[in-house]
């Protein structure tokens, strides 16, 4: 049973669970496999998008409001083409965007929560999942793993140009570093999992049943009653 205070102090039977890697690693299907096993999955950038979509959201006033109207869609929605290359090689812009977003999917992510049935696993997938203030919501940590070179496969496979994929891959920081400055803010209270993402779809989907079936025998509450 998770002994977690999550959100509005709720108590939890089931675990929130964090999903994170580095780009090409795997973890949004390790995200939609956790879903398919009777997970409550949410994806923090499919949260941004929808925010983004909402002319009327605070989000959307805040960053016309920081950027200009120049950001902004005929409909009045965040064009994301448009704020993206005001942010995109200015990395002061980059954290003035993400002051500004963060607060916003924490804040959806906790309403989320809040409205899922405390039996029921919750998983959060995010890129950036440990260095953002939803790490406090987690009771474990499954990052997933693979070597460069599947990595850039991987991306290539995708369209994406060799020179961009290495680029990408040398902005992101290493598992080992995503680890200590999750134990900077969290100590030992947070497990970490890592899964390697080396074989076939049916190895990830293996090793991920697996995982669900040790929770689910740690955590009994988290079936159906």
């Not at 109207?69 to 704020?83: F, H, I």
Request: proline share 6%; glycine share 6%.
């Amino acid at each position: 049973m998770s002994d977690g205070l999550h959100s509005a102090g709720r108590r939890r039977e089931a675990p929130v669970i964090g999903i994170t890697g580095n780009i090409g690693t795997g973890k949004s299907t390790v995200a939609r496999l956790l879903a398919t096993l009777g997970a409550h999955v949410v994806d923090a950038d499919q949260v941004v998008h929808r925010l983004y979509r909402d002319p009327e959201s605070a989000l959307v006033q805040a960053v016309a409001a920081e950027f200009g109207q120049d950001v902004l869609a005929q409909d009045g929605s965040l064009d994301r083409a448009a704020l993206g290359k005001v942010v995109f090689n200015d990395a002061a812009a980059l954290r003035k965007l993400e002051r500004i977003v963060h607060p916003a999917v924490v804040a959806a992510v906790r309403e989320d929560l809040d409205r899922t049935p405390p039996h029921v696993p919750f998983a959060i997938e995010a890129i950036k999942l440990i260095e953002s203030d939803l790490v406090v919501l987690l009771d474990v940590v499954w990052t997933v793993v693979a070597p460069p070179e599947l990595q850039r496969e991987r991306l290539s496979a995708k369209g994406m140009s060799p020179e961009e994929a290495q680029r990408r891959l040398e902005m992101q920081p290493t598992v080992e570093d995503r680890i200590a400055q999750l134990r900077q803010k969290r100590g030992a209270s947070c497990p970490v999992t890592r899964i390697a993402n080396v074989g076939t779809f049916a190895d990830l989907e293996s090793t991920v049943q697996d995982l669900w079936g040790t929770m689910q025998a740690a955590n009994p509450d988290t079936k159906e009653p």
